[in-house]
């Protein structure tokens, strides 16, 4: 398999739910990104990952909470979402050779379609 | 702050007829300027990078265009296999990308 790989494709959740959303790249690259698409509106950067180590956070909520455990793969873990959480949540990875200076296009999986009840 | 723009929000076009679509930028140390198209249900797949003005990318019906201030987007004879919506972004040196709404084109046939 090739590319950027999300799971699941649809999600429905309450707001006392905890679930978690997967990400997984077979590109080598060695830098991953959360973004958030409403509609409507831009892309929102929500959390980047470069070698594995967390570089930005845009002042998410707390109750997304990402975690990468190597460079192939990037998790979003979900818990008391609100109803305007929902949204698709889009994986993007990218060569970022210089750690923050300079990105790389990026490549995105298809996305998580998250509703929250 | 960085801050990106497009227009037309939302464009409809008969096939075979040509138009642009716009994205205007500010952006403090531009890097590079990118273009995406977006399917309903996928996510963005790469099309263009531009790193200055002047620069000139084609890929088939799509050729895009920089200048100090803005991108173009232009498509000659469009199909309606053409329908996406297209997202500008830009990247500012030691910033990650802003992304502009996007344009959502359709054409019909």
């Known amino acids: 398999e090739t590319g950027v790989t999300q799971t699941p494709r649809h999600l429905v959740m309450g707001m006392t739910n905890k679930k978690s959303l997967k990400c997984e790249q077979h590109l080598g690259h060695n830098a991953m990104y959360w973004y958030k698409q409403s509609a409507k509106k831009p892309l929102e950067l929500m959390f980047v990952y470069s070698l594995e180590e967390r570089v930005e956070n845009n002042s998410v909520p707390s109750r997304f909470s990402p975690e990468c455990p190597n460079s192939s793969h990037l998790f979003l873990h979900l818990h008391t979402l609100q109803p305007e959480d929902s949204a698709l949540y889009l994986c993007?990875?990218?060569?970022?050779?210089?750690?923050?200076?300079?990105?790389?296009?990026?490549?995105f999986g298809s996305g998580t379609q998250l509703s929250v009840l | 702050e960085d801050q990106v723009t497009q227009s037309p929000e939302a464009l409809r076009l008969q096939e075979g007829e040509s138009s642009s679509l716009n994205c205007s930028y500010t952006?403090?140390?531009?890097?590079?300027l990118f273009w995406y198209r977006q399917d309903p249900g996928k996510g963005p797949e790469f099309l263009f990078t531009l790193y200055s003005a002047g620069e000139e990318k084609e890929k088939e019906r799509l050729k895009a265009t920089l200048t100090k201030k803005e991108s173009f987007l232009h498509i000659t004879a469009p199909k309606p296999e053409d329908s996406a919506t297209y997202l500008c972004?830009?990247?500012?040196?030691?910033?990650?990308?802003?992304f502009g709404p996007g344009t959502r084109l359709s054409v019909l046939p």
């Open positions: 952006v403090s140390g531009l890097r590079g």
């Open positions: 972004a830009v990247e500012a040196y030691g910033q990650n990308f802003v």
């Open positions: 993007a990875s990218s060569q970022d050779p210089t750690r923050g200076l300079s990105n790389e296009k990026l490549f």
